[in-house]
């Protein structure tokens, strides 16, 4: 049997683990063969021998830069020298791009409001995602404004929340409702406004104060983040 792993664009994928087993009948559990299989430069792992019976490929750890997707790969070996092809597609890891008046960074002015832009690049499966949150927590010198917007999805798909840390830093949290509706969509930029405390002063060696999102999902296949 071979096994070719590539992504949404047929790129071959080197680095993906699988482990395969044969399937128990009777009662009897699964049977894994071998120990852990390795695709290749070209993206492909190749087995043979197999004795006659029905088998199964699953995917343990994902190409750096991949989400995981453990759906199992079935494949029935029925006659000796039997040619069997199987491949299996990963998406890439969502990503959150963090930006402040369009830069990384920005010259501080105490009392001044700025825009914080999130942008969010979406795989080509995110219709098929389970949970997609996006949290942002403000720096200590920073205070939320009261505004966000939304372009890319409708705002009203999208469950806004504000909380604290036990520092008593602000938390913004957005959550997906529908992603099924996200299909298709490859961007989505989250905007909001954020004003620089009176208090606020910069460390040495700061060029601006910092914005960290974090991103927490699973994509429904095993694949987590």
């Known amino acids: ?41 070209s993206g492909k792992i190749s087995v043979d021998g197999l004795d006659y019976g029905d088998y199964y490929f699953v995917e343990t750890k994902a190409p750096e830069g991949y989400v995981l997707d453990t759906t199992k790969i079935e494949f029935t070996v029925t006659k000796a020298g039997e040619v069997i092809s199987k491949s299996l597609v990963n998406y890439e890891v969502p990503t959150i791009i ?10 501080v002015e105490p009392g001044t409001e700025y825009t914080y832009n999130l942008t969010l690049n979406l795989p080509a499966n995110i219709d098929k995602y ?16 009261d505004k966000w917007s939304v372009v890319g999805v409708n705002s009203e798909n999208i469950k806004f929340t504000e909380s ?15 992603l099924k509706a996200l299909k298709g969509v490859e961007q989505v930029v989250i905007s909001f406004e954020a004003k620089i405390k009176p208090d606020a002063v910069l460390a040495y060696g700061e060029t601006g104060i910092p914005n960290d999102a974090t ?8 694949g987590t983040g």
Do not use: C, H, M, P
């Open 98 to 107: 963090k930006d402040i008046e369009g830069a990384e960074r920005f010259d």
């Open 1 to 41: 049997v071979e096994l070719t792993k590539v992504d949404d664009d047929q790129k071959a994928l080197a680095g993906a683990q699988f482990e395969l087993y044969l399937k128990g009948t009777n009662g009897v559990a699964d049977t894994k063969i071998g120990g852990t299989y390795t695709t290749n430069e």
């Open 130 to 145: 389970t949970e997609y949150v996006v949290t942002d927590t403000l720096d200590s010198r920073l205070t939320y404004a």
């Open 215 to 222: 991103l927490q999902f699973n994509n429904g296949l095993g």
């Open 164 to 178: 604290e840390t036990t520092e008593g830093q602000e938390v913004l949290t957005w959550t997906v409702n529908d």
